[in-house]
């Protein structure tokens, strides 16, 4: 099983962006994301999560981007979609993925991280 994280950039306060996390391997099914962040001398912290459900994902934020960040699924891979971007985002953000497959069960991995940057 492989986590990939993708989409961090420099953005502009007010612009947004569009980070991907990917999970792959055989047979892999991803059951749940936490998105994280953690800027420089900051302790990480959880932005964002996504549960899967059969009966429509359930979805969880931190308020500090309630209303500015969405998490969605397209197959295996979840979404985390920034808009109204602040100074205050800027930092490197990881997903952390709960994934199952028949010969491991369920596990959860860490993608790297992709930086964000935002200014002002």
């Known amino acids: 099983v492989q986590l990939q994280a993708s989409g961090g950039g420099l953005v502009q306060a007010g612009g947004s962006l569009r980070l991907a996390c990917e999970a792959s391997?055989?047979?892999?099914?991803?059951?749940?994301v936490q998105w994280h962040r953690q800027a420089p001398g900051e302790q990480r912290e959880l932005v964002a999560t996504?549960?899967?459900?059969?009966?429509?994902?359930t979805t969880n934020y931190d308020p500090s981007v309630k209303g500015r960040f969405t998490v969605f699924r397209d197959m295996n891979t979840v979404y985390l979609q920034m808009n109204s971007l602040e100074p205050m985002d800027t930092a490197d953000y990881f997903c952390?993925?709960?994934?199952?497959?028949?010969?491991?069960?369920?596990?959860?991995?860490w993608g790297q991280g992709t930086l964000v940057t935002v200014s002002s």
């Open positions: 391997g055989t047979n892999a099914l991803l059951n749940a």
């Open positions: 952390n993925a709960n994934i199952y497959t028949p010969s491991t069960g369920s596990v959860w991995y």
């Open positions: 996504l549960m899967r459900r059969a009966s429509g994902d």
